[in-house]
């Protein structure tokens, strides 16, 4: 298992900025995809990727999204400084939301993010501390064509 | 299926081009209609035009990385001026309509699906 990194980047997300949220995991797209990782790959980073974004531009006042490529994984690390989860099981059910009336209005809250990250991971690990922050990773296998 | 254009959609159901006119020429693969953006981001397909009355900016990350051929804003509402922005930006097509969500899905089922 060669974990050495291809490629590692790093962007920042804002808390509470709805205009800007979703650009880091566009960016992260874009970078993937030029590389010439393929579709069906491309499609659940995006889905990861976008959920974990959200969930910072929601519920916390910053984070981090890293993405590292090795020649047999794609990993995203995300790391947020807020409330944290205080019950990462019931977070993890489909339809549980602690979202906003504001937020549900937008489309946010479904209660679908955190399951859509894990259907989407190859490997999905989550860490919290209440009223410090939450750690996501997660791990999306490449295929042999792509390397 | 016929391979359609979104500029073959905005003609025959009369959509008001808002922005993003230079992708009309793209081809729309099918539709998607919701406003729960994860479950757009779950099960909307590449190339989907979408029908959503949500009017505010993050929908356009959504059809970035959906791409999506285009979006339609039924029933009246109007895309807030820091969508058009991001729209203009990322060019993807934003449309909108007087006829409620129901009546274009309606239509557009008809066209996609000839």
Redesign the interface.
Known sequence: MNQEAILSEEFEISGGD??N???A??LI?NILKEIGID?EIL?RV??AA??AE?NVVMYARRGIMKLVLTPKRIIIKVEDEGPGIHDIELAMQPGYSTATPEMRE???G?G??LP?IK?NSDKFNIESTVGKGTNLEIIINLNNKNV | MRETKLSEIISSLNLKMICGEENIGCVVSGGYVSDLLSDVMANAKKGNIWVTLQTHPNIVAVAVLKEISGVIIPGGRKPEPETIKKAEQEKIPIMTTELSGFEIVGRLYGILNK
């Open positions: 709805f205009v949220g979703g650009r995991s566009c797209k579709a499609r995006a889905i976008y959920e959200m937008m489309g946010f479904a679908m993010g859509n259907k």
